[in-house]
């Protein structure tokens, strides 16, 4: 009786040990040695990728440029025209013809604060140095794959979950909450997925993005083009015609 009560404790523990071994910094660089290697993510400075976009029904080819430290532009074709929406590290801009003009407009404050925060370099990436902190939360299933749940807590307070594949280590689910707008406060959840070869590093060709399980955007990416020299014109708004 004694050993059948060891044998079913051994059973309840051993699983907590498990994942109380695996080390939340081994975790992270699981994660960047797989994919490239931590040199390699110190050194990525820019991406271009090609990309078709599902949103509202509506299938939309793109174009998405980041560089360091947070620049940002994305191109996408809408019934023979472009909208562009970027931002140069200080100023959020974008064209939209479909709103009646293709001069340059500044966006609003709201989302300027939103794009400040979509940093270039992954936030786990030397977290430490950014004043960051992480925590293993234990194991949690996403759709079917058991996965490390690690949760980051930025300088700022701003609190952000991974879900790293226990297999491969690579993040297959993250999940932040809205800071700004009519969705504020609601989490999104984005999935990851179809982890490819580019160059020297492990890409993911698919993202989706859900809130509430409910789908909002789907993004199948076509091509990458690493390190590419991005001039910083790219990314600044334009003088309109008329102040030229």
Same mark, same amino acid.
């Given at each position: ?13 051993? #699983?907590? =040990? ?12 699981? !994660?960047?040695?797989? $994919? ?15 990309? @078709?976009?599902?949103?509202? *029904?509506?299938?939309?080819? *793109?174009?998405? !440029? ?11 074709? @809408?019934? *023979?025209?472009?909208?562009? $929406? ?5 100023? *959020?801009?974008?064209?939209? #013809?479909?709103?009646?003009? &293709?001069?340059?407009?500044?966006? #609003? ?17 030397? =977290?430490? &140095? %950014? ?13 079917? $794959?058991?996965?490390? %749940? ?10 952000? !979950? ?5 297999? =491969? ?12 707008? #009519? ?7 984005? =999935? ?5 070869? @580019? ?20 993004? $199948? ?18 003088? %309109?015609?008329?102040?030229?």
């Amino acid at each position: 009786m004694k050993r059948n009560i060891f044998i079913t404790l051994l059973a309840f523990v051993l #699983p907590f =040990y498990t994942v109380v071994a695996q080390d939340v910094d081994e975790i992270i660089n699981n !994660y960047f040695e797989n $994919t490239g290697g931590l040199k390699a993510w110190a050194d990525l400075s820019s991406m271009k990728i090609t990309m @078709v976009m599902e949103m509202q *029904g509506m299938q939309l080819e *793109g174009t998405m !440029y980041q560089k360091k430290p947070n620049m940002q532009r994305m191109d996408i074709s @809408v019934q *023979g025209k472009t909208i562009v $929406t970027a931002y140069d590290g200080e100023t *959020g801009w974008m064209i939209n #013809p479909m709103m009646g003009s &293709e001069d340059p407009q500044k966006m #609003p404050p709201e989302a300027v604060e939103q794009m400040k925060d979509q940093k270039f370099e992954s936030e786990l990436l030397n =977290y430490k &140095e %950014k004043g960051h902190s992480v925590e293993l939360q234990g194991t949690e299933e996403v759709e079917g $794959t058991e996965t490390y %749940k690690i949760q980051l807590t930025k300088e700022n307070g701003d609190v952000e !979950y991974y879900f790293f594949d226990t297999e =491969y280590f690579v993040p297959i689910m993250e999940r932040r909450s809205v800071k700004v707008g #009519p969705s504020k406060g609601q989490e999104v959840e984005t =999935y990851i997925s179809d982890y490819q070869e @580019v160059g020297d590093y492990m890409m993911p060709f698919f993202i989706e993005a859900k809130s509430g399980g409910q789908s909002i955007q789907k993004m $199948t990416f076509t091509a990458y083009s690493i390190n590419e020299d991005l001039d910083d014109s790219l990314f600044i708004m334009p003088v %309109k015609s008329e102040e030229e």
